[in-house]
């Protein structure tokens, strides 16, 4: 197994189950299962355990791997530098194990079948992945500086087809030169790799490179922060050399210039640092600089923001397997009582996946009524002059 | 089993009770060097009523309890050795009430370090807990249960005697309060009543389950320094430690002795934390520290170090995240190390038995020291990394640590939060009469034996 050579230098000291503040436990699986099994720790522990024979591939030996979220908060608060970098590698690493002796749970090899036969964890239909977008007359990718890619939430969850709609109108609005793809775009992957299911990523992400390359694109502006870190950081290794950026990064420089109306009073709001863009990729400004640009806005930091968020439990392909699990202490339902806590009116993303989460988190939480989850892009429209 | 698996289940929750592989094999053990032991099952309540359940319940089918905190004592004391149910006590984490007045804080037995020291520091910024070395997930309730000590050690001893009081559960499922809490609504004190608090220090959980704890608080001051005093001659660290003790001003003092980086070696490091409220109390501190090492500075025998900034930063931090580093030292994620409680006259031949048992056992010395009070005591401790991956090294690292046991306890220590067979030691040199009464102690409280067998037991 790839990076199987750290697990064992792995101490099990727990520093990656906090953020940098120790206020709270911040390992997502840890926090809802509190099984020792379910911290990094733990993982690395019996990674190591299963490579040796000291314990069997199981259900529950697969369904801790697969509660792994890929946030990166271990990676970030280990205190041994010099093998860190690599945790969430050597569990990623795991699950390709997993995949490929064909015990992944259920739900996984579900998740890998409908990308296999539809294209989108959905088992909807491609045809339909360009339906976000009718009405709104964007135009069709060609030549333009930008290509807009959407992704599997933006293109079938309804919240995300929100999100998509927003972000396209509000690029559309500021006079960037961008097309989409449509029906014509495909899953990026990223959560494919995250899973474990290194062939099927590559397959795809090979088939995007080319597809884009004849289109002659040279810069993607994405909607998911998870299509922004494959576009970044694993396609140049196959090869796709594109300038990636998410959309808050491309809007952050020019949205001062936006026609803003005048505040109707001062507004409270918190931000939901997505994993994959700022734990991952090192991106926390670009968000709060849109959010402050609206007039009347007052930024309330949640106690672990930026490289210390909580994340919404969705990532490593949990938002669809749900491995992770539910509950009240599922780290969903923890975030949006920690945003409650600040007293915002509106808890603002940047990742279809995290609205989807946290929206479903506010409603089994009944903070409909004081909490609003909004994307960044909505947040601007509904503040612009012109909208 | 099935049936115990149940009933467990209907006490905590399915969710919270496992008797899985994988559970089996991560409860089997800790972080040092001691032999895996599976427990049956693993259960982690979330009140003191569970807590009581399960010991009832534990009684009704002689089944071994052992009760576990962080998990990261390194001497392998929460290894089930007789199997049975290991009692995960994290979920019970509440910070239940914080007096600023009489600065306490009352808090659930799986609160960890944590938690707590951010809690204070958002809700009541001039106030701190004595915050152990040990990484932040391990529980204030399981250091204070084995004597841990940490950075306010000199100002007021083990973390055992900033205890106010308790509520455990005995192993019969009574529920007890001791110290002030026994008789007022208040936890400011195990006096003036008989303090029954020592059944349950020390006893590597042989007594009960401590479900909440009252421990003291400390003002915070606003600024923090170090200084750290360099002498080469370990005959001498005596006569130094007892004169900065005897200032009374430091919050933590402690030695630390290594070849590692290259400039350290042969030298013994004092440091002394302190803090002030104003940059005038802190220099006014700092030459009152100074002021009783003049005469080693005049003789040019010793000197403090010169440090910068950034040097500083790890002394100040609390807990000490460079300690546990040293488990990657030789690469191989482990270390484990005996702490050994003696009097600081002890410090130059405990100093030199931790350089013959390095040489012997061809590993590099790590040792150090915390000083316990003004003076009274001191936790000697002699750290062994080991490789986790070659069994051979591990095995070097067994051998150095029961020498070193052997050693303390020949020079008069007392090895803390001795492993199993090092209990065994000690038993071997203690008074007959305490081992008797030690045991008749625990058949009135446990008659079925079921709290942590194996340990505190002799041959």
Redesign the interface.
């Known amino acids: 197994m790839e990076h199987s050579e750290i697990l064992?230098?792995?101490?099990?000291?727990?520093?990656c189950?906090?953020p940098s503040?120790?206020?709270?436990l911040n390992c997502p699986s840890y926090l809802n299962?509190?099984?020792?099994?379910y911290s990094p720790g733990?993982r690395m522990?019996?990674l190591r355990?299963w490579l040796q024979g000291?314990?069997?591939t199981?259900p529950?030996?697969a369904e801790?791997l697969y509660s792994c979220a890929a946030c990166g908060n271990c990676v970030e608060h280990c205190?041994?530098p010099?093998?860190k970098d690599d945790l969430l590698n050597a569990f990623i690493a795991g699950r390709e194990e997993l995949v490929t002796t064909g015990a992944v749970p259920p739900a996984v090899r579900d998740y890998f079948k409908s990308i296999h036969l539809h294209g989108n964890p959905y088992k909807a239909p491609e045809a339909d992945r360009g339906k976000w977008a009718e009405g709104l007359g964007l135009e069709p990718y060609s030549g333009h500086e930008y290509l807009l890619y959407i992704g599997c939430v933006g293109s079938f969850d309804e919240r995300g087809q929100n999100m998509a709609r927003s972000v396209a109108g509000l690029l559309s609005n500021l006079g960037i030169s961008f097309g989409i793809l449509g029906r014509e775009e495909f899953c990026d992957g990223n959560d494919v790799r995250a899973m474990g299911e290194r062939g099927l990523f590559e397959h795809i992400a090979r088939m995007n490179i080319r597809k884009y390359q004849d289109l002659g694109v040279k810069k993607i502006v994405t909607l998911s922060p998870h299509a922004y870190h494959a576009f970044k950081n694993e396609y140049p290794g196959l090869g796709g050399n594109f300038e990636a950026l998410h959309y808050s990064q491309l809007l952050a420089p020019v949205i001062r210039k936006a026609p803003f109306k005048r505040s109707e009073g001062p507004t409270r709001v918190t931000f939901h640092d997505p994993c994959y863009l700022g734990r991952h990729n090192k991106e926390y400004r670009a968000p709060r600089k849109i959010l402050t640009a609206a007039p009347g806005v007052q930024l309330k930091e949640m106690?672990r923001s930026e490289n210390d968020a909580l994340c919404c439990g969705g990532g490593g392909g949990n938002m669809f397997t749900d491995i992770l699990g539910g509950?009240p202490d599922s780290p969903a339902r923890v975030r949006v009582r920690e945003a409650a806590r600040t007293g915002a009116q509106v808890l603002a993303v940047a990742c279809p996946g995290c609205s989807r989460m946290l929206s479903d988190a506010v409603a089994a939480e009944s903070l409909q009524e004081v909490l609003e989850v909004v994307d960044l892009a909505e947040f601007v429209n509904r503040r612009l002059a012109f909208h | 089993m099935e049936e115990i698996y149940k009933e467990l289940a209907a006490i905590v929750g399915e969710r919270y009770v496992s008797n899985q592989p994988e559970e089996k094999f991560i409860y089997s053990r800790d972080p040092g060097t001691m032999e895996p032991s599976d427990p049956d099952f693993v259960v982690m309540p979330n009140s003191t009523e569970e807590v009581q359940q399960i010991l009832l319940l534990a009684n009704r089918k002689s089944l071994p309890v052992v009760p576990m905190g962080g998990g990261l004592v390194l001497s392998g004391l929460t290894r089930p050795l007789k199997g049975g149910i290991v009692v995960d006590m994290k979920r019970m984490n509440r910070i239940i009430e914080v007096n600023e007045k009489s600065r306490y804080a009352i808090v659930e037995a799986g609160t960890s370090q944590g938690m707590l020291q951010a809690y204070l520091k958002k809700h009541h910024p001039n106030l701190k807990h004595s915050v152990p070395d040990a990484p932040p997930i391990a529980t204030v309730g399981g250091n204070v249960l084995i004597h841990g000590s940490g950075h306010l050690s000199h100002a007021a001893g083990f973390h055992s005697e900033m205890l106010n009081g308790m509520e455990v559960v005995l192993p019969t499922g009574e529920i007890a309060r001791l110290g002030s809490c026994s008789t007022s609504p208040y936890w400011f004190s195990r006096a003036p009543l008989p303090d029954l608090v020592g059944l349950f220090l020390g006893w590597a959980g042989t007594t009960g389950i401590a479900t909440k704890l009252a421990i003291k608080l400390f003002p915070n001051r606003a600024l923090n320094d170090v200084a750290v005093f360099v002498v080469e001659d370990a005959e001498l660290a005596p006569d130094i430690i007892h004169r900065i003790t005897g200032v009374g001003l430091a919050e933590d003092v402690t030695a630390w002795m290594t070849p590692k980086p290259d400039w350290a070696e042969g030298f013994v490091h004092i440091n002394i934390n302190y803090s002030a409220d104003s940059k005038d109390e802190l220099a006014w501190k700092k030459n009152l520290l100074r002021a009783p090492l003049k005469k080693y500075m005049d003789e040019k025998i010793g000197g403090f170090m010169m440090l910068p900034a950034p040097m500083k930063k790890p002394f100040l931090e609390a807990p000490a995240s460079q300690l546990t580093r040293f488990a990657d030292t030789r690469k191989g994620g482990g270390f484990e190390y005996v702490g050994a409680i003696m009097p600081v006259a002890l410090f130059p031949r405990a100093h030199q038995v931790g350089l013959e048992i390095a040489e012997r056992c061809g590993t590099t010395y790590s040792t150090g020291a915390r000083i316990l009070g003004a003076g009274h005591c001191m936790m000697f401790f002699y750290a062994y990394p080991f490789n986790r991956a070659d069994a051979s090294d591990v095995k070097r690292a067994q051998v150095a640590l029961e020498e070193t046991n052997r050693a303390a306890l020949e020079m008069g220590g007392i090895p803390w939060k001795a492993e199993a067979p090092a209990q065994k030691e000690i038993i071997k040199r203690m008074d007959e009469n305490t081992f008797d009464l030690m045991n008749r102690i625990r058949g009135i409280l446990d008659p079925n034996r079921i709290m942590n067998p194996g340990n505190w037991e002799a041959d």
């Open positions: 064992h230098r792995c101490f099990r000291c727990g520093y189950k906090f503040n120790y206020i709270d299962a509190r099984f020792e099994t733990g522990w019996l355990a000291e314990i069997k199981s529950r030996f801790i205190v041994f010099k093998f106690e509950g």
